[in-house]
């Protein structure tokens, strides 16, 4: 049994998404919300479908635009028993960099919601390894779990990070040519420290890059990190199952 620990199931994605879901009747997917209608998609998925577990959350793009009702929505539903953790949440300074503050403060709103709940948080960051870093350090207590969704930074941020017991998204990326950084960080962590995701319907793998991403694609992932860690593949995908299921405390 494999584990895509980051997905995107919605029906304006894909035409065959009952397809796409069933190819995984096998596995298990953690479909991830995003903005609000991307949350209640989420809960409908969970409710539907047995090997769907679902984290909710409000991505720092709409951190401007976010409504009190929407984090009300995400602390009404963390009592469901698939939500396993809030998410994607985090600073994305890449296209926009002019609203730092207001990033930072939902972002830590998000992070103490999952503390208060004792949930799991999925961080999407780019281009703010540093204010990441930061806040999470302001704010772990010793006992949050935290997932770093499709990790695109250094090694040396991944050892601060792994003083927080961090585990590391790893997804299609891996499989790109130019993917020099992420290879070498894969290289470094332990197999352990790992959890696999698609980010589908974004980030394929090679050799499928410009089609649509599906779950069932998180295969060739497990294959590239075997052959990067010189590991049997049966090896990287009980490893990084064992992980996921304690990151996210699924019971199955
Ligand atoms: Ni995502």
Redesign the pocket.
Known sequence: MIIDT???LDKRDYDNLESVIMNMSNDIMIA?G?DPKDNKNVIDLVNNYQNIYGTIGI?PEFANTYTEDDLKFIEDNLSNPKIVGI??IGLDYHWVSDNKEEQKQLFIRQIRLAKKYNKTI?I?SRDAASDTLDILKQEYDGKLKINM??YSYSIETAKELLKMNVKFGIGGVITFKNSKKIKEVVDYLSLSDIVL?T?SP?LTPEPYRGKKNNPKNVYIVAEKIAELKDKNIEIVINTTTKTALSQFDLSL
């Open positions: 980051h997905c995107h991830s995003a991505h998410g994607e999925v999407h969704h499709c995701e980010d974004y």
